[in-house]
T-cell receptor
Framework: DSGVTQTPKHLITATGQRVTLRCSPR?????VYWYQQSLDQGLQFLIQ???????AKGNILERFSAQQFPDLHSELNLSSLELGDSALYFC?????????????FGSGTQLSVL | AQKVTQAQTEISVVEKEDVTLDCVYE???????LFWYKQPPSGELVFLIR??????QNEISGRYSWNFQKSTSSFNFTITASQVVDSAVYFC?????????????FGTGTSLTVIP
């Protein structure tokens, strides 16, 4: 068990809808990262937060947004969902924000858009 | 631009065989870090090893070993005497020494199946 908690584990929704994925990092970890894993594109970095502030942005669509709250948990909001958004969304955390950080991954949220 | 290439999409070996997973990376930075992660069927990625760009020593941990060669920009992973429990998807990743913020670039993964 990595100590990173993601909810829900599975989410089934329809096109055009909006969903929120939640992540609780390991106790004491200040950085949270969001990744999207799809069969055809592998593991794509979306966004990183450190102690409540956005630190790095990857290939995150404008329809997606995220935030990290004062208690350090993070939420990833996906809106106007499309079939292509179906994927496994991972959250990871690390103690700090250095390039040498080991990432601790949650078990992911499997999103299915029908 | 940073990039990690894992050319082997799927590999199958018979139990007790040795297997090497290839990883080739691209970066213009002189300070960077390389990682391997394992994703078992349960889905959660698990950290295996980290290497910085200034340490080219090979590392061995039990049946696992890693060969880092800057001259060929490669960071290969060898499993000796493979076991069924080694069946998983393995990801190689690269991280640069960026001042503010950080992102880890992952390869597309190599799916390893160890046949009993």
């Amino acid at each position: 068990d990595s100590g990173v908690t993601q909810t829900p584990k599975h989410l089934i929704t329809a096109t055009g809808q909006r969903v929120t994925l939640r992540c609780s990092p390991r106790s004491g970890d200040l950085s949270v990262y969001w990744y999207q894993q799809s069969l055809d594109q592998g593991l794509q970095f979306l966004i990183q937060y450190y102690n409540g502030e956005e630190r790095a942005k990857g290939n995150i669509l404008e329809r997606f947004s995220a935030q990290q709250f004062p208690d350090l948990h993070s939420e990833l909001n996906l809106s106007s969902l499309e079939l292509g958004d179906s994927a496994l969304y991972f959250c990871a955390s690390s103690p700090q924000q250095g390039a040498d950080e080991k990432l601790f991954f949650g078990s992911g949220t499997q999103l299915s858009v029908l | 631009a940073q990039k990690v290439t894992q050319a082997q999409t799927e590999i199958s070996v018979v139990e007790k065989e040795d297997v090497t997973l290839d990883c080739v990376y691209e970066t213009r930075d002189t300070t960077y870090y390389l990682f391997w992660y394992k994703q078992p069927p349960s889905g959660e990625l698990v950290f295996l090893i980290r290497r910085n760009s200034f340490d080219e020593q090979n590392e061995i941990s039990g049946r696992y070993s890693w060969n880092f060669q800057k001259s060929t920009s490669s960071f290969n992973f060898t499993i000796t005497a493979s076991q069924v429990v080694d069946s998983a998807v393995y990801f190689c990743a690269l991280s640069d020494d960026v001042v503010v913020g950080n992102q880890f670039y992952f390869g597309t993964g190599t799916s390893l199946t160890v046949i009993p």
